[in-house]
């Protein structure tokens, strides 16, 4: 089942009209149709405005859904995809070929030493995993430090204020895993 069809599906169970998800979600009538007759996927910050307006977890309305393309992806060195973002002391590269589609992002970020990422937070409902394959990196999140060395991981909701510091005096590779993906 598709998300637009498990969305139209709740709105029904709980007796909304359209106009109604619309109010209570925030999220424009005309991308509401989009998404129920599949025009549009929406993003994950307009599934988790209307799963909050009808009641349901967003991980309700990911379960069992189904893709009509199921895929196979191997991953190749020589064809590594591209990189995020970042020439300099932080660089994050995708371990797929792309992420359109897909339930999670996987991610390898590699930092100089003594580098940092900005502190962020990502959309409420997402996951976050890391896990450490080179030298040793500070995870701030919420104002608490964790060490991580090779081999440690850490999982956390990435909606909480975090950031990545690189502990060692050599380059860091992180793999990171953030699912769903977030806008």
Same mark, same amino acid.
């Given at each position: 089942?598709?998300?637009?069809?498990?969305?139209?599906? +709740? !709105?029904?169970?709980?007796?909304? @009209?359209?106009?109604?998800?619309?109010?209570?979600? #925030?999220?424009?009538?005309? *991308?509401?149709?989009?998404?129920?007759?599949?025009?549009?996927? #929406? @993003?994950? =910050?307009?599934? @988790?405005?209307?799963?909050?307006?009808?009641?349901?977890?967003?991980?309700?309305?990911?379960?069992? &859904?189904?893709?009509?393309?199921? @895929?196979?992806?191997?991953?190749?060195?020589?064809?590594? $995809?591209?990189?995020?973002?970042?020439?300099?002391?932080?660089?994050?590269?995708?371990?797929?070929?792309? &992420?359109?589609?897909?339930?999670? /992002?996987?991610? &390898? /970020? =590699?930092?100089?030493?003594?580098?940092?990422? $900005?502190?962020?937070?990502?959309?409420?409902?997402?996951?976050?995993?890391? +896990?450490?394959?080179?030298?040793?990196?500070?995870?701030?999140?919420?104002?608490? *430090?964790?060490?991580?060395?090779?081999?440690?991981?850490? +999982?956390?909701? $990435?909606?909480?204020?975090?950031?990545?510091?690189?502990?060692? !005096?050599?380059?860091?590779?992180?793999?990171?895993? *953030?699912?769903? $993906?977030?806008?």
């Amino acid at each position: 089942m598709k998300i637009g069809e498990k969305i139209r599906n +709740y !709105r029904k169970q709980k007796k909304m @009209t359209l106009e109604e998800l619309s109010r209570k979600s #925030g999220v424009a009538l005309a *991308t509401l149709s989009r998404m129920e007759t599949g025009k549009m996927p #929406g @993003t994950l =910050r307009s599934h @988790t405005s209307i799963c909050e307006a009808l009641g349901v977890s967003v991980s309700e309305l990911y379960r069992e &859904i189904e893709d009509s393309k199921k @895929t196979v992806e191997p991953g190749r060195d020589k064809k590594r $995809p591209e990189r995020l973002d970042g020439s300099g002391k932080v660089r994050h590269e995708l371990l797929v070929a792309s &992420i359109a589609g897909k339930k999670m /992002i996987p991610v &390898i /970020i =590699r930092m100089a030493p003594g580098a940092g990422t $900005p502190t962020e937070n990502s959309s409420h409902g997402s996951e976050r995993f890391l +896990y450490l394959t080179k030298g040793s990196v500070d995870v701030e999140v919420s104002g608490k *430090t964790y060490r991580l060395g090779k081999g440690d991981s850490l +999982y956390f909701d $990435p909606s909480l204020k975090h950031s990545l510091t690189n502990a060692s !005096r050599s380059e860091t590779e992180i793999i990171s895993i *953030t699912s769903p $993906p977030g806008e």
